[in-house]
Structures are given as structure tokens and as C-alpha cells.
């Protein structure tokens, strides 16, 4: 079971926003800015969407943008294309644990 | 162009070990810290462990400790990442990725840019 919870799937029409949730604790996204975001398409290796909650990697769409209240943190991807079909994963910083823990992943669908 | 090239698919009995290498190129190696990432069939992500490139440290997951050795090779800009006593719950593939952010003071890397395309290691008597 992961440390920290995101919903198994969410949907949306191209054009629209959708938002992924990502839940923990006070001891990792509540305490800590270090929440981060990986996109996945199927069988590929994972690539870094958002890092320290809002801030995007160079190259990554401004249609993405990420943030953080209390102890959930969320991904919104604005204006859905096809190509966002993948795979979503959260990742923070936990006091319990150095390196880290993953969400159990989000597979957002574009109808 | 950045890149990390991975070591081909590997087949293993239980009990034996595997070792898989990660060769980087298109950046300075020993600045950055090679992290390895596994995902088992139809599941999420799990962090395995990091090495920093610049002074050999290591952390890592408390579940694998005592069967996972990480180490790099500077002179080849090469990380590899050995598990022994192999179970069929190691089944996965294998990731290694690069390019992220220190937080020091929490001994904390993450946020890496730069992945590799995986290495898919099955064990099966």
C-alpha cells in the first residue's frame, strides 16, 4: 500500500481540465515543498512533469502546473490532448523515509 | 544528446544475482546522482536507492538492504546496480535516472530529468 493516495483513474474530453489529487500526511507533502510529478506512457520509462510542487522541467507544457494545500498535493493539466493519456505518479519527500515514496499512480484516460 | 542507455533484458533463476548498468552521456556524470527505480508487472513505482556520481555515498531501501549494491564506474560515466538472492517479487523492470536535486540537509534526492528505458529482469525457476 502506497504512502500516499491518488484516485486510480479520472477522465476528461479534449479541451477540458482535469485535476489529480495526491493525499498524504503532515509528514511528507504537508511538512515538506518536495512534491514532484512523472508522467508514463505504456511502456516507456517515466518523465518528470513537476518538481518542488509548481515548478516545470524545462520542455514540459505550461498546461501543466502543479500545487500543494495542507496535505494534498495536485496536478492540473489544462486544454487535455490525446497525448496526456498516460499514467500519473506523485512522489514527496517523507520524514520516514530519505528517499522518498510514490503514489499508487493515477491512469488518466482522454475520451 | 542527454541520455542514459541501459543493459539488455536479463532472465534469472532464484537465488542468483543480476547486474544492470546505466551508461550516461551528454552531461557531466559525476555532478548528479544516479537514482534506480523498479515497477513490477501492472504496478506503481518504488524507489530502490540512490548513488551519488561525485563521492560513491548510497541510501538505500530499507527493504533491499543486504541485497543491493550500487556503484559507479567515473571513467565510464557508467552507474550499475547488482541485486542478489533474487525472488520472483523482483521481477520488474528496472529503472535508472539522473539529473535530479540535492537536499542536503535531509539527505534527500529527487526530481530527476533524465531516465533511462528500463531493463526488464525476470525471475523464474
Known amino acids: 500500500q502506497s504512502a500516499l493516495t491518488q484516485p486510480a483513474s479520472v477522465s476528461g474530453s479534449p479541451g477540458q481540465s482535469i485535476t489529480i489529487s495526491c493525499t498524504g500526511t503532515s509528514s511528507d507533502i504537508g511538512g515538506y515543498n518536495f512534491v514532484s510529478w512523472y508522467q508514463q506512457h505504456p511502456g516507456k520509462a517515466p518523465k518528470l512533469m513537476i518538481y518542488d510542487v509548481s515548478y516545470r522541467p524545462s520542455g514540459v507544457s505550461n498546461r501543466f502546473s502543479g500545487s500543494k494545500s495542507g496535505n494534498t498535493a495536485s496536478l492540473t493539466i489544462s486544454g487535455l490532448q490525446a497525448e496526456d493519456e498516460a499514467d500519473y505518479y506523485c512522489s514527496s519527500y517523507t520524514r520516514s523515509n530519505t528517499l522518498g515514496v510514490f503514489g499508487g499512480g493515477t491512469k488518466l484516460t482522454v475520451l | 544528446q542527454v541520455q542514459l542507455v541501459q543493459s539488455g533484458a536479463e532472465v534469472k533463476k532464484p537465488g542468483a544475482s543480476v547486474k544492470v548498468s546505466c551508461k550516461a552521456s551528454g552531461y557531466t556524470f559525476t555532478s548528479y546522482g544516479i537514482s534506480w527505480v523498479r515497477q513490477a508487472p501492472g504496478q506503481g513505482l518504488e524507489w530502490m536507492g540512490w548513488?551519488?556520481?561525485?563521492?560513491?555515498?548510497?541510501n538505500y531501501a530499507q527493504k533491499l538492504q543486504g541485497r543491493v549494491t550500487m556503484t559507479t564506474d567515473t571513467s565510464t560515466s557508467t552507474a550499475y546496480m547488482e541485486l542478489r538472492s533474487l525472488r520472483s517479487d523482483d521481477t520488474a523492470v528496472y529503472y535508472c535516472?539522473?539529473?535530479?536535486?540535492?537536499?542536503?540537509?535531509?539527505?534527500?534526492?529527487?526530481?530527476?530529468?533524465?531516465w533511462g528505458q528500463g531493463t526488464t529482469v525476470t525471475v523464474s525457476s
Open positions: 535516472a539522473s539529473r535530479g536535486r540535492w537536499e542536503e540537509g535531509l539527505y534527500y534526492y529527487y526530481g530527476m530529468d533524465v
Open positions: 548513488i551519488s556520481a561525485y563521492n560513491g555515498n548510497t
